[in-house]
């Protein structure tokens, strides 16, 4: 099972998808399609885990999760942003000649602070990524800033399936 630990993210307007980067720690190099559905589904489906379910398990009462949800992903977007000002990191070359279709994403949690993300094609596991709850709050801050990129217009109450939070 291949471990990613950098991403390159691409919107391809041709193909109304965005196309994520992956390099492993072997310095293996994937390409993976994101499309729209699963892009939504993914952002809503891990905006109401956050806010509920990781929320709960540190017992933070109902009536601040969302602020909870808020202050994480506010800091993590701008400590990304800061990153990007002083010290860009390195895109991951485009070197591959085929991409995968994501089809489910699921986010596992590991511990206090750590969680696993798994990238599925179908039944088929494709890689994953080890990661705190600060950098998937990056992660999902890139793929916000792509889908608004595209012009997606995603509607919170249209997706469902396709992905999965454990």
């Known amino acids: 099972m291949q ?13 109304d998808r965005i196309r994520m980067l992956a390099q492993s720690e072997t310095d293996e190099r994937m390409a993976f399609w994101l499309t729209r559905r699963l892009t939504g589904s993914l952002l ?40 990007q000002l002083l010290q860009p990191e390195q895109e991951v070359q485009d070197d591959t000649e085929y991409s995968q279709l994501l089809t489910r994403v699921e986010v596992r949690l590991l511990g206090d602070d750590a969680l696993k993300l798994v990238f599925y094609h179908g039944d088929q596991t494709l890689a994953e990524m080890p990661c ?22 995603l509607s919170t109450a249209a997706y469902e399936g396709g992905y999965a939070l454990q």
Do not use: C
């Open 132 to 153: 705190s709850v600060g950098h998937f709050h990056q992660f999902l801050h890139i793929l916000q800033s792509k889908a608004q990129s595209l012009e997606w217009q």
């Open 44 to 83: 809503e489906s891990s905006r109401n885990w956050l806010t509920q379910a990781y929320a709960n398990s540190h017992n933070v009462p109902v009536q601040a999760q969302e602020q909870m949800y808020d202050m994480y992903h506010d800091h993590a977007r701008s400590a990304y942003e800061q990153q």
């Open 3 to 15: 471990q990613l630990v950098k991403f390159t993210f691409q919107h391809d307007f041709a193909e």
